[in-house]
């Protein structure tokens, strides 16, 4: 099998999880599982590394997820997070990258903390968080940038959960991830949900994610692995679970 991207030589699809014991809501770990069944599935070796928020993050990896989370950790993730070169380097090198709600903040410029006001992130994709004047919750659906395919074929509609203060503003050369038809995604009134840019794609979206879209999951493989996230994976029960939450919103 050859090697996975910037990796030459690696056998094993690397899935990095950063600082599950800070970034975790609504089952976000999910989104690793999903990862790593899929790449089996498709007969890939999987090695997964969960990264705790006092260990350094790896430069190595294929795939970096990060998930949601209240504002104090997500606060501390912040601080640790600049410190630390790894996930910058990672994507510098073409590694993959997949952020939910919190973690899609820490990927762009500020967010805004209740306590501090706005500080800084990581700056990896050219986004700005604000603090929103209500709280977003409750179901999401979206129909995905039609940019973005998986072996010729778009993603379709996004569906989620999304609980969060902060609203998200694209610069000018991110795009949406998709265009909301219900919910409120990046909010302000701006009728996106998440942005993508390169190798990084971002969220408001829990469920976990990638159980709900499991097209979503095959793009970031895909963005892992060249094109072999095209070829089919028992849908079976993603797609049951797809249907029931898209069917509770009368979408
Ligand atoms: N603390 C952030 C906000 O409220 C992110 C919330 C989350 O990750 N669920 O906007």
Known sequence: ????????????????????????????????????????????AVERVDVRSDQPVPEQGDIYLIGGGED??????????????????????GAA????????QLMGHT?????????????????????????CVGEVVADADSQLTVGGTGLGVLTG???????????EGVRPLGAVRTGHGNGAGSGTEGAHSGKIACTYLHG???????????LVLSWADGNSAASPVDDGWHLRLRKERLAAVGA
Not at 78 to 87: H, I, N, S, T
Not at 161 to 171: A, I
């Open 72 to 93: 104090r950790p997500q606060r501390l993730a912040a601080e640790r997070l600049r410190k630390d070169p790894g996930l910058t380097r990672a994507v510098q090198r």
């Open 208 to 218: 976990p994610a990638l159980a709900r879209n499991p097209a979503l999951a095959d």
């Open 161 to 171: 959960f999304e609980n969060h203060m902060g609203t998200t503003l694209l610069g």
């Open 1 to 44: 099998m050859a090697g996975f991207a910037g990796r030459a030589g690696q056998s094993a699809l690397r899935i990095v999880w950063i600082y599950p014991d800070l970034l975790s809501t609504y089952g976000d770990q999910g989104n690793a599982l999903i990862l790593a069944y899929r790449a089996a599935a498709r007969g890939h």
């Open 111 to 135: 967010f805004y903390d209740e306590q501090e006001g706005v500080l800084p992130a990581l700056g990896l994709i050219d986004v700005t968080s604000h603090r929103g004047s209500v709280r």
């Open 97 to 104: 990258v997949l952020a939910v709600c919190a973690g899609f």
